[in-house]
């Protein structure tokens, strides 16, 4: 007969390798992206909803200017790009901390079939890239009237 024991993962000691792998992966890997920049700077955050007529993208792209945002779509694929510039770049500034984002970003992610991508609308407002894709006709939902079933000839009301 076989003795069933309960896994406790925090019980059971890491080994140095593993430690060493785990921290790099979470400082580097997970959080990060190229350069040490935070993943935020190269990848605008992004939220995809749908309502009955449309399927609607929005990225967040702040200190960005409508002119700096490039969107393109190819097949199911939406693309967002751009590139932030600082207003001046000062080298005897000597700095304590830099968050502020510069530089070039890109997104881009698949699309749901059954849009009409070349109707889409793009809008821009504080730093939110609104993008609204109309639905196809035959994906949008229909509602179907029930009736009663029929009975020796006549109809249930």
Same mark, same amino acid.
């Given at each position: 007969?076989?003795?069933?024991?309960?896994?406790?993962?925090?019980?059971?000691?890491?080994?140095?390798?593993?430690?060493?792998?785990?921290?790099?992966?979470?400082?580097?890997?997970?959080?990060?992206?190229?350069?040490?920049?935070?993943?935020?700077?190269?990848?605008?955050?992004?939220?995809?909803?749908?309502?009955?007529?449309?399927?609607?993208?929005?990225?967040?792209?702040?200190?960005?200017?409508?002119?700096?945002?490039?969107? /393109?779509?190819?097949? =199911? *694929? @939406?693309?967002?790009?751009?590139? &932030?510039? #600082?207003? +001046?770049? /000062?080298?005897?500034? =000597? *700095? @304590?901390?830099?968050?502020?984002? &510069?530089? #070039?970003? +890109?997104?881009?992610?698949?699309?749901?079939?059954?849009?009409?991508?070349?109707?889409?609308?793009?809008?821009?407002?504080?730093?939110?890239?609104?993008?609204?894709?109309?639905?196809?006709?035959?994906?949008?939902?229909?509602?179907?009237?029930?009736?009663?079933?029929?009975?020796?000839?006549?109809?249930?009301?």
């Amino acid at each position: 007969m076989n003795k069933i024991i309960r896994w406790q993962p925090m019980t059971e000691p890491l080994s140095l390798r593993q430690a060493m792998d785990r921290l790099f992966e979470d400082s580097w890997v997970g959080a990060r992206a190229w350069g040490n920049m935070p993943a935020a700077w190269i990848e605008p955050a992004l939220d995809v909803f749908e309502t009955p007529e449309t399927v609607v993208v929005q990225a967040s792209v702040p200190g960005v200017k409508p002119d700096q945002v490039e969107i /393109t779509v190819q097949g =199911n *694929y @939406l693309a967002i790009s751009g590139q &932030s510039k #600082t207003e +001046s770049e /000062t080298e005897d500034k =000597n *700095y @304590l901390r830099r968050e502020v984002r &510069s530089g #070039t970003f +890109s997104r881009m992610i698949e699309l749901p079939a059954g849009l009409q991508t070349d109707k889409a609308d793009a809008k821009f407002d504080n730093g939110i890239v609104t993008i609204t894709f109309p639905k196809a006709e035959q994906v949008k939902p229909k509602k179907i009237q029930v009736h009663a079933a029929e009975t020796n000839g006549q109809s249930k009301k």
